[in-house]
């Protein structure tokens, strides 16, 4: 026990002969207090943070036109969930510039709500029917994936539930419709039970009504039988019927004699020119006789001009005389036709006794029907246009709207995920390894007359092999060890190959300028930048302090340029990730270079900074 205490006696007497040993232990003892403040910190209520998170909303709902009522489903769920302020919603007004602001990153997720979206949810026809899209990238941030998924579904169950409380507010206003229209009806009974009773006594008395109907069928049969007596007898209009034959047919023989003297005066006209021309040289009486036959064949010539006109008008005549007769024929039909239908009328006409039974219960008959007509105007007027019947099926109705998840950049499983953030810890870890095998400020004497650049290059250069190999044993493990899936193996090198430098740069860097505080720094680098780097959470849900140094931190920018080369995020926006890495790798040896202070030692006494 005294061995043990001299011992101890022995390490606590450094304090005194090292005054700075107190300095060294205080820094140390702070360490795990700072290592947890630091990462604590920057998870302690991330849900609080929620509302930081940028989330863009595309609603391209054109509405729906519910039974005369315009509901517009996805300008409710917009206001509603800006309101709710769950996540940082923004409002967009293009679908395909809020899924570029996810792959870019700018975006956690987005909400696209369909044209059709309350066409589709509002009927139910089936379940799922509307859609509301949720865009995501699981490569960006699959914590802010994971945020998107359990979203969707809250937000399925959100829009059924306000769907199915507008559904029930329709049935509940329906039903006391109903239930107010009930007194309406049941006077509206009372109405048409009175009528009916009405109709019913008027239709027996119905025949003592219709005085004046009976009259005018009186008269009216007195009017046939009158127009009946007055016609001619059947006889008589076939006689004037034969008549009009016998005329047309003695028209038609006129005719024919009248062409036979105009061809006799015709031949007579001839024969006296014929008679004048031979007797004209006859002596002594040719010249009386020539000069006779010349008055003959003159009147014989006005004869023939006569008898055509009269074959001219006898033609007349006897069209005339055909058309009399046609006429004739229509007329006796006629009048024989219409001697027919008035016997036929006279003969339906009711008698005079029931036309006056028929008179009697018209205007009994009329008043009943009257109030039979109020009645029934009264019950249609007060029963509802519809039951209120809802359309789709049960299914549909309970589950109207389905969120479809839209996934850019897959991760296919959750180790995947998380290995940017893994490989970034684990090359740092190297780096730090690779430049405690090596006194980075210690230097053989005889090159103390080196260049500053060239001493910093110089002593870089035999960790930077080591880092070299540890890349390479990395990449190993994660491709055939772990199977992690790489769709680029060129960008994939070029990222790990220049995280791996230039993290060994920036150790180099503090530990060139801080010596063995520099170490203390190192690890309280590495748990600021895990809390703040963005590999495991969004940034957004981290305190502002992460969020401000967020951008200024080397872990930030090799998970963006892994998430992009292993998964495709960020729209593969690997290259830019990558030329960060390179400047700030650069700058860490640029700035290490300027750090004079170097130790020389002979070469016999350069060992390396482990004992081994």
Sequence with gaps: MLATWQIAKADLALFGRFSRLWLAVLAIALVPAAYALIYLSSVWDPNAKTSDLPVGIVNLDEGFDDRGR???????????LIKSATFGFRKLDDADAARQAVKLGSLAFAIIIPRDFSASAVPGEYAGAGRVTVVLSEGNNYAAAGFARRFAVDLGHQVNEALNEKRWEQVLLSADGTGKSLDMLKAGMAELRTGALTYNDGLTRYSGTAVQLANGFKQVGAGIRTMESRLPPEAELKAFKAGTQRLNQRQRELGAGLEQLQAGALKLTEGAVQMQQETAGIPFVGDKISAGAGELAAGGQQLNDGLLKALDANARLTRGAARVEEGADKLVDGASSLGEGLRAMAEKLPEDARLDAFAKGSGELLRGATKLRTGIELVASALPASVG????????????????????????????????????????????????????????????????????????????????????????????????????????????????????????????????????????????????????????????????????????????????????????????????????????????????????????????????
């Design 389 to 612: 019947k809802l359309d789709g099926s049960a299914s549909g109705l309970a589950d109207s709207v389905k969120p479809a998840l839209e996934v850019m950049a897959p991760v296919p499983n959750n180790g995947s995920a998380f290995a940017p953030n893994m490989i970034a810890m684990a090359l740092w870890l190297g780096a730090v390894m690779s430049v405690y095998l090596f006194n980075v400020r210690v230097l053989v004497r005889e090159h103390d007359g080196a260049q500053a650049l060239a001493k910093t290059l110089g002593k870089f250069a035999a960790p930077a092999m080591v880092v070299l190999v540890q890349t390479g044993l990395t990449l190993l493990v994660l491709v055939f060890g772990l199977g992690i899936a790489v769709p680029d193996y060129v960008s994939l090198i070029l990222v790990m190959l220049a995280a791996g430098q230039a993290f060994l740069a920036i150790v180099y860097l503090l530990l060139r300028a801080l010596g063995e505080a520099g170490k203390l720094l190192v690890i309280l680098l590495l748990t600021l930048q895990l809390a703040a780097g963005g590999g495991v959470m969004p940034i957004e849900l981290t305190a502002d302090f992460f969020q401000a140094v967020h951008a200024w931190l080397p872990f930030t920018w090799v998970v963006k340029a892994l998430r992009a080369s292993l998964f495709g995020a960020f729209d593969n926006g690997w290259l830019s990730a990558w030329l960060e890495l390179m400047l700030i790798g650069a700058l860490a040896l640029l700035l290490a270079s300027l750090v004079r202070r170097w130790q020389t030692v002979p070469a016999a006494d350069y060992k390396p900074g482990i004992e081994i």
């Design 70 to 80: 315009m509901t517009n489903v996805g300008a409710e769920l917009t206001s509603e």
